[in-house]
């Protein structure tokens, strides 16, 4: 209506005189205006990076049925997509998985208060700190049996793994063996001075037989906080990871074939999972990468 012209004088009768006229602010009429156009056109602002919406979720559709793991978030996608040449943003994965229901499902957790072991449990070196826990599946023929895992703090790599029918406390020795057997070579009194060993208060961890056996390797035991499953978080992050890519997704018959499949997981997960803190970088990478370092200072 602004724009017509009056037949008198010619002119166009401007929006502020129809405005007056129908006893409607001008503001209104601009927001309409405004978010018509914006309705017409909704879409996210700036370049759309590597082609549209559509060809990117084909993509990351690709890249997650060829992923060994299960449970991968958008930021391992993110960096997934970059190792194949597609750069692109978090956000716009995060989005995109999002909308077409590919996020990795979560749990929700309860919030908790102030921790008493407030700060952080990784290290800045391999064999400075490794983690261990049990865990437990079941077989169709054995009945329960439990696992051992034993995690790096640092490079997050599993360093020995390990399951029998009896979770015993010298069963409960395996992986920080096979641990010491693949990393310092030897197996003598002192040998691995000054690792730290965290564990629960498990009562195959705090026996005399599992004390006694660190103490003779020259390893420092360090317990988690009673009822503080986070500081034990890097054990505790591994055995997730590993029940959502194994122990659900596969039965066992006996605890012989949980074993070899364990084993076969361990180096699966140590070549090829993703550690976002050293960005994006595999256990076994960030292991090679301080060793090679240490090897060039000496």
């Known amino acids: 209506m602004s724009r017509v012209v009056s037949a008198t004088s010619g ?3 401007g929006l502020s005189r129809v405005c007056r006229l129908w006893e409607i602010p001008r503001s209104t009429v601009y927001w309409k205006r405004h978010t018509t156009d914006y309705t017409r056109t909704k879409r996210r ?3 759309m990076g590597p082609g549209t919406d559509e ?3 084909e993509k990351i559709k690709m890249i997650l049925a060829d992923s060994p793991f299960h449970g991968e978030g958008y930021r391992k996608l993110w960096a997934r997509l970059r190792f194949k040449g597609i750069r692109t943003s978090k956000r716009r994965v ?5 909308e077409h229901g590919l996020l990795a499902p979560h749990r929700v957790g309860s919030p908790h208060g ?3 072991h407030e700060g952080t449990i990784t290290t800045e070196a391999v064999d400075e700190m490794w983690g261990t826990d049990m865990s437990s599946t079941w077989t169709t023929e054995e009945g329960q049996v439990c ?3 034993a995690v790096d703090h640092c ?3 599993c360093i020995g793994i390990h399951a029998a029918k009896h979770g015993t406390r010298f069963e409960a020795l395996e992986p920080i063996r096979q641990g010491i057997r693949n990393h310092f070579g030897v197996f003598h009194e002192g040998v691995a001075s000054p690792l730290r060993v965290r564990h629960d208060h498990g009562s195959q961890y705090m026996s005399d037989d599992f004390q006694h056996e660190l103490l003779f390797l020259g390893i420092e035991s360090s317990p988690a906080f009673v009822r503080e499953p986070e500081g034990n978080g890097c054990a505790e992050r591994f055995i997730r990871t590993l029940k959502e890519n194994l122990l659900w997704i596969r039965t066992f018959a006996t605890s012989e074939e949980l074993r070899v499949a364990l084993r ?3 180096d699966l997960y140590n070549r090829q999972w993703l550690i976002e803190r050293h960005g994006n970088k595999t256990p076994a990478q960030v292991r090679e990468e301080q060793l090679s370092l240490m090897r060039k200072a000496a």
């Open 155 to 157: 490079s997050s790599e």
């Open 55 to 57: 060809q990117l979720v």
């Open 114 to 116: 102030p921790k008493a």
């Open 264 to 266: 076969e997981f361990m």
């Open 11 to 13: 002119q166009h009768y």
């Open 94 to 98: 995060l989005r995109l998985t999002r």
């Open 147 to 149: 696992i051992f895992v």
């Open 45 to 47: 602002p700036g370049p």
